[in-house]
């Protein structure tokens, strides 16, 4: 049975970083895509990054630049680095496997406020 749980969340200011974590436990194979996305408040879910298990990323426009997923394969962890946080940031993320069932976390609720 693979279990996906995220860590990390908080409250930090505009302009500041916080790094989310997802352990993933159980067996997913060699083949997999690994994913963050989030929800605001009244809003749909989104996607937010991708990460595949050759390596390649990929990530949405309003995060580009700012936002990295990184995983340590060895671990079984998948990482968002999130930088130059914005209040528009403030959503409950998900980490979310894919190999080909999908897997989703219970979130972890990430505010952005002065």
């Known amino acids: 049975q693979v279990q996906v749980v995220e860590s990390g969340g908080g409250l930090v200011q505009p302009g500041g970083s916080l790094r989310l974590s997802c352990a993933v436990s159980?067996?997913?194979?060699?083949?997999?895509?690994m994913a963050w996305h989030r929800q605001a408040p009244g809003k749909q879910r989104e996607w937010v990054a991708t990460l595949t298990n050759s390596g390649a990323t990929n990530y949405a426009v309003a995060v580009k630049g700012r936002f990295t997923i990184s995983e340590d394969s060895a671990q079984k962890m998948v990482y968002l680095q999130m930088n130059n946080l914005r209040p528009e940031d403030t959503a409950v993320y998900y980490c979310k496997v894919i190999n080909p069932t999908t897997y989703w976390g219970q979130g972890t609720q990430v505010t952005v406020s002065s």
């Open positions: 159980g067996n997913i194979g060699r083949a997999y895509v």
